[in-house]
């Protein structure tokens, strides 16, 4: 009698039950992959239901401030909704450094999370590309956070913003510039364009650079958190969001000699922010 074959049969079928041969690891990628798009559903739902709440939430303060809304009261407001935003997505923060208070911040900027980032830690008026307040919901929120829309390729929009910037710090309020002009992948920090920063010259305002980055315990930060490329908004939310946490490290340094002129001060604080890069790494 043949009993070896039955033996190899019955230890096959053992490995398989127990998970210890490779017939089941696809079973397992199947099992991961639900888990993942349950948890993406159950927090689009949640993020969906803080849309809600923070739309209410802007109209009592509408109210409460007699129908007008100053930028000091938006920014309260937003920081209100980024703390809850960032507990929909699991982002661990972390923050080194003095946390700016007033003044022109200057950050590196990889995704629509350094908005929640950075609009969680302190209150703040943000600068965005005009094409932002095109966005669904997104572009609505940044309209209602008081945020300054510029057109960069067009001189006298620049011009116009440049005002406006200053009448913010004037006031005593933090505004927040990503001076590379655009989201990268986070290996670089792209060089600094010169032109808002206008405001911050020759003025008492304080000047800080900042500096954000992510970390994911499984996945490509570069490929699903970082925002650039030819990416699409809606998929990349939904993978976002089925990610088991994200960590984000944020850390803050004051330059305390700023340059007179604007195109040495984009390279000074190029220079800051890549000098916070590179205490990260180390």
């Known amino acids: 009698m043949d009993t070896n074959g039955h033996e190899s049969d019955a230890t096959a079928e053992l490995m398989g039950l ?19 798009s349950a948890r993406a559903a159950f927090r689009f739902l949640w993020l969906a239901s ?38 929909v997505f699991n982002v661990d923060l972390r923050v080194a450094g003095a946390i700016p208070s007033s003044g022109l911040l200057v950050c590196n900027h990889l995704s629509y999370l350094d908005i929640l980032v950075l609009g969680a830690t302190a209150p703040c008026v943000f600068i965005s590309k005009c094409e932002v307040r095109r966005w669904p919901v997104f572009g609505w929120f940044a309209l209602l956070a008081g945020t300054f829309f510029v057109r960069r390729d067009k001189r006298s929009d620049v011009v116009r913003i440049t005002h406006e910037m200053g009448r913010a710090l004037d006031t005593g ?62 998929p990349h939310l939904l993978n976002l969001l089925g990610k088991r946490g994200i960590q984000a490290r944020l850390s803050f340094t004051e330059l305390r000699q700023a340059s007179p002129d ?3 001060l984009a390279r000074q604080l190029h220079l800051e922010v890549v000098r916070l890069k590179e205490s990260f790494a180390g």
Not at 188 to 211: N, Y
């Open 18 to 36: 127990h998970g210890v041969g490779g017939a089941t690891r696809p079973t397992w990628k199947r099992v991961g992959r639900a888990r993942r």
């Open 50 to 87: 803080e849309i809600v709440f923070a739309l209410v939430h802007w109209l009592a303060f509408l109210i409460a401030n007699s129908g007008h809304l100053n930028l000091a009261a938006r920014s309260r407001w937003l920081q209100h909704v980024c703390r809850r935003a960032l507990r």
């Open 262 to 264: 604007r195109k040495q």
């Open 173 to 234: 309020m933090l505004v927040v510039l990503f001076s590379e002009g655009t989201t990268s992948g986070g290996h670089d920090v792209l060089p600094f364009k010169s032109s808002l920063l206008e405001p911050a010259i020759g003025k008492p305002h304080s000047l800080s650079a900042g500096f954000i980055e992510y970390s994911l315990s499984e996945g490509s930060v570069a490929d699903e958190v970082c925002y650039w490329r030819d990416m699409t908004l809606a």
